[in-house]
């Protein structure tokens, strides 16, 4: 099996099995989003999902975080993992969007990374969510995922394995499988014991083969 016939299949069972895939994250609106991606770095979708009703009710704008201190924002985060860098970030990053970019989160990767706290996984997740624009996000399951599946080959660092991905996924379809590889990578490939018996896509993989 050549590397694209491998993406096809893979693709194509995703497509047919997974029609709905979408973050897990709850929010509004960009600024809700940019935050709670934010505030998910190394942490639990479902515990930001804990905390973030709060702290948006509290900071519903990121002129209204802009203005808070970081021990404001603190109260409302500190169940998260590393609540105090987070908390500074927040409130920079909302500092930045209110005076430099009127209020509005921007829509480019490149600006986006400008922002405290936000580096390129962060900027692509944005992108691809709100704007469907085709940017790769790859966290610990993508890049796992990826490498099991077959869809990678040595891939050392996280932008090794976007680029890997991209080259072969259409534009069109990669915002989708984003979430397409991070759902299997939280559901069923699983690092510690991943679910072989339940997946649907053995025929096609690397790991399950060897």
């Not at 990121?62 to 924002?73: I, R």
């Not at 109260?75 to 987070?86: D, T």
Request: with cysteine; hydrophobic share 40%; glycine share 4%.
């Amino acid at each position: 099996m050549t590397t694209k016939q491998r993406f096809e299949n893979i693709l194509s069972w995703f497509a047919a099995n997974m029609p709905v895939a979408e973050s897990e994250l709850h929010y509004a609106n960009p600024f809700q989003l940019l935050v709670a991606v934010m505030l998910s770095a190394q942490c639990t979708d479902k515990r930001v999902n804990l905390v973030t009703p709060a702290l948006f009710e509290a900071f519903p704008t990121p002129e209204a975080m802009a203005q808070a201190s970081k021990d404001e924002v603190l109260k409302y985060i500190a169940s998260v993992s590393y609540p105090n860098a987070k908390a500074e970030h927040l409130v920079a990053a909302a500092q930045r969007i209110a005076s430099v970019y009127g209020g509005e989160v921007p829509d480019s990767i490149e600006e986006l990374q400008t922002l405290a706290g936000v580096g390129r996984k962060t900027a692509n997740v944005v992108c691809a969510v709100i704007w469907n624009q085709p940017t790769m996000a790859v966290d610990t399951h993508i890049f796992r995922v990826s490498e099991r599946l077959g869809l990678t080959t040595n891939s050392k660092n996280p932008l090794q394995t976007e680029k890997q991905l991209v080259k072969y996924i259409p534009e069109t379809v990669i915002p989708k499988a984003h979430h397409w590889l991070l759902l299997h990578g939280r559901y069923v490939c699983q690092a510690r014991k991943p679910k072989c018996a339940q997946c649907g896509l053995t025929p096609y993989c690397r790991y399950y083969k060897n």
